[in-house]
């Protein structure tokens, strides 16, 4: 069985940073991706952010972005602590939702929520203005 827990979540004013992480357990050596994604009140929860998860360097791994918050937002992994974060930059008052950590298997689109395996429970993000 696999786990996601998210950290890192909080209030923050515009134009501010936050960190979000995302430690994984379980059968973690086997992950195609890991990503983020997002879902404020009364929308669909749309894709932010995924990188590849295999190869010992992480210096070379796939990351791909939403258009919004490319040039704000980076995610990286560390894989010796099974953790992905998600660096948030310049945050706007339309960033604020609640940020769910997701895990897949199988190869594919990265933007996809289907093809994710394993979601967290999430963790909010609240930018004032």
């Known amino acids: 069985q696999v786990q996601l827990v998210e950290s890192g979540g909080g209030l923050v004013q515009a134009g501010g940073s936050l960190r979000l992480s995302c430690a994984a357990s379980?059968?973690?050596?086997?992950?195609?991706?890991m990503g983020w994604f997002r879902q404020a009140p009364g929308k669909e929860r749309e894709f932010v952010a995924a990188?590849?998860?295999?190869?010992?360097?992480?210096?070379?791994?796939?990351?791909y972005y939403a258009d919004s918050v490319k040039g704000r937002f980076t995610i990286s992994r560390d894989n010796t602590k099974n953790t992905v974060y998600l660096q948030m930059n310049s945050l706007k008052p339309e960033d604020t939702a609640v940020y769910y950590c997701?895990?897949?298997?199988?190869?594919?689109?990265?933007?996809?929520?289907?093809?994710?395996?394993?979601w967290g429970q999430g963790t909010q993000v609240t930018v004032s203005s």
């Open positions: 997701a895990a897949r298997y199988v190869s594919g689109s990265y933007s996809k929520a289907n093809l994710y395996d394993y």
């Open positions: 379980g059968r973690t050596f086997s992950f195609y991706a």
């Open positions: 990188i590849s998860w295999s190869g010992v360097s992480t210096y070379y791994a796939d990351s």
